[in-house]
């Protein structure tokens, strides 16, 4: 397929004294002056057309510099930009927010704020994200020591070659995973500190301006609500039933993924992976091997590069059908539907079992490659399902749903998005294309192999909930349509390119892997310095960027219809927060 | 399992003419029998075990034939429950509070290694190593995820030790409190365990000391 290429942008000719290029050996994109950066991001957007901020994360180079690392795409499709902001790494650390010009940077900054203490300049609400307000110390921080610390990397001296086995509690001197500053005391201690900051956030919603003396009401939902799809908490305003605010608190899952990736060596975090999306681990792998794969520079054999296709797009259709059967949970269809979704997950989670040994912690893929070919019965059955039964089972779930009275009313115009405000927020996946955008990373900037398959991006135009529905039953048919190909087309042969090896060897460089997840747009920056542990493993979750955006959509709404648009977002909780 | 010919045979003579229409047993036996048989765990989930759990509620594995497919949203009406995922410092409030609200008699199952003892994520920051550091548990089933397989006979062996318990010894018919209470941790610069509050003063003067020094 040929594809246009436009001219290479020279950022540092048009921006001279602002922009000069990385030319640190592995590194690519430009590096910009912390001063010319919002008027370089502008122009970024408005002229060159860089629309969707997708990734905004720090990187601490220990000891003297610490970095911003920003990655903008084209909604047209195309390969992005990088452009980093350098800063001397002394406290206070100082960067413009690009909030005012990509929204959709707001929780990637205080998440960045938050493990790496930079302090983003006219951010609308910097306050901390994973963890909580007073917890000490910026977590990702090369010289932040967290109470398990051992060593700096795995493998561990005292685990190997000699393997004498301690616990990690022994060590601390809490006898805990504890760490306290000296001289703390507890009794000094105020406990609502956590939630003071949150509060005073909302606090100029409380007062309503109409002539009617009517109070407004401040209600949490979550951590533990049953319509919140795990450990999310919300916190909303409410004029009557209706939102005028809401405030979603993350983090109560916040499991450590890239201070454990960064002690781990590169092939250890391929199961941990596995965790993030829980219910796609095949796409996760995939998203981190594209990107160890880059900075190696490795090919993956053909078998391979089809059998990713086909886990990707199995894991696609059941992460929808889930989906489908969980909304339909949150309206109030208790448990049917999602029995009837899970009833064909089973199937899809035999043939993952079948491949690579485990339902649902795959950890099937590996730095050129997968680990291990898929059997021949499993291959049967995976014919069986894609052409006879998965087909009949959509159709199915179409002429139960999407007609029905009930789901049309309380799904039609609900949520509302308008394509600029959804590229404006950064929110990819099935949710943006919903809003009439046909941004998908599969023909977007193709990975793998799926410039070889004909299948349509699935794009519908009025962006509510009704509409993120149905496309979610468009993909899983285009799903199948590349499955059908993948099947026909897959050639025999080895699915690994190098042999298998428990140390990888990892030039120093950076690189961002990104695929269209079932999700949205699942991206790792891995950044290595040559050594075996990544310097910077930091993955850009679409479960988390897509909720900047949960406040736009739900206000207006009725409280009842935040639980339906939380739902049809599809957020889940280990990615979201990592 | 109750062997249900052993409850009709209870040792006495029992008249013809009322065979067949009586149960004679113990009333520990009817009673554990009546409470193991409809296990209302809470619907709760933290992380991926999540998951499972609610493919164990699904076709294939189908829970309800334990009579344990009534998730219940609140603890209030729930007898058990199930620590399903990666157990954080942010989330464990939540969790204490949550399992204080329960009534008695009330039974926690960690389900896989993270709530067991932090599985994978135990070198993590902001990581409970195990949900016993809180709460007492009854069972716990290891895996990343346990399988559903796994899951059922970690809720038969609870069901084993509800046929164990006695009426006379258990601890919601006794004199005091009916209930467990357990003070909630408090989120501070880390974790603060209130039942701890004395040792970790102790601890951080003592740091404090050997920095001076």
Known sequence: MATVTAPALDLAARFPQAVR???????????????????????????????????VTGVDYYPDTMEVVYHAYKTTGGPGIVFKVQVPRQDPIEVPSVTPIWAGAEFQEREAWDLLGIRFVGHPDLRRILTWEGFAGHPLRKDWKEPFYEEEAKPYKSRWPDGKFFYAEEKNPFKDNLKFPPDFNPEDWTPDKADALLYASLARYLKSDDELKTDRVIINLGPQHPSTHGVFRAVAVLDGETVVALKPVVGYLHRNHEKIGERNTF?????????LDYFNSMSNNWAYALAVEKLMGIQVP????????????????????????MLLNDLGAYFTPSLYAFEERELILDIFEA????????NYHRFGGVVRDIPPEALQKLKGLVYDRLPRKVDEFDRLLTEN??????LK??????????????ITGPVLRACGVPYDVRRAEPYGIYDRFDFDVAVRYNGDVYDWYLIRLDEIRQSLRILDQAIRQMPEGPVMSTKPQYQVRVPPGEAYG?????????GFYVVSNGKPNPWRYHVRAPSFVNITALEKMCVGNKIADFVVILGAIDIVLGELDR | MVDHSELQVPGYEIPPEMQGQVVITTLDRIYNWGRRSSLWPMMFGLACCAIEMIAVQAPRFDLARFGMEVMRPSPRQSDVMIVAGTVTKKMVPAVVRLYNQMPEPKYVVAMGACASSGGPFKAGYNVVAGIDKFIPVDVYIPGCPPTPEALIYGMMKLQEKIDKQSIRQVRWYQKGPDSVQIPVPILGPDLIDPRRAEELKRIAAAQAQTQEG
């Open chain 1, 21 to 55: 290029p990385d030319t640190r050996p592995g590194y690519s994109g430009w590096i910009v002056e912390k001063d010319h950066l919002l008027e370089v991001a502008t122009a970024l957007r408005d002229e060159f057309g860089y629309d969707l901020l997708s990734s």
């Open chain 1, 413 to 426: 115009g609900v949520g509302k998005l308008s394509a600029e405000d959804a590229i404006r927020y950064s």
């Open chain 1, 267 to 275: 092939l250890q975090n391929m199961p941990f992976t596995d965790r």
């Open chain 1, 302 to 325: 053909e078998r391979a590069e089809y059998l990713r296709v086909i886990m990707a797009e199995l894991s696609r259709i059941q992460n929808h059908l889930i989906l489908i059967g």
């Open chain 1, 405 to 410: 009275e009930i789901l049309v009313s309380r």
């Open chain 1, 355 to 362: 491949a690579s040994g485990s339902r649902m912690m795959c």
């Open chain 1, 514 to 522: 990104r695929i269209e997840a079932p999700k949205g747009e699942l």
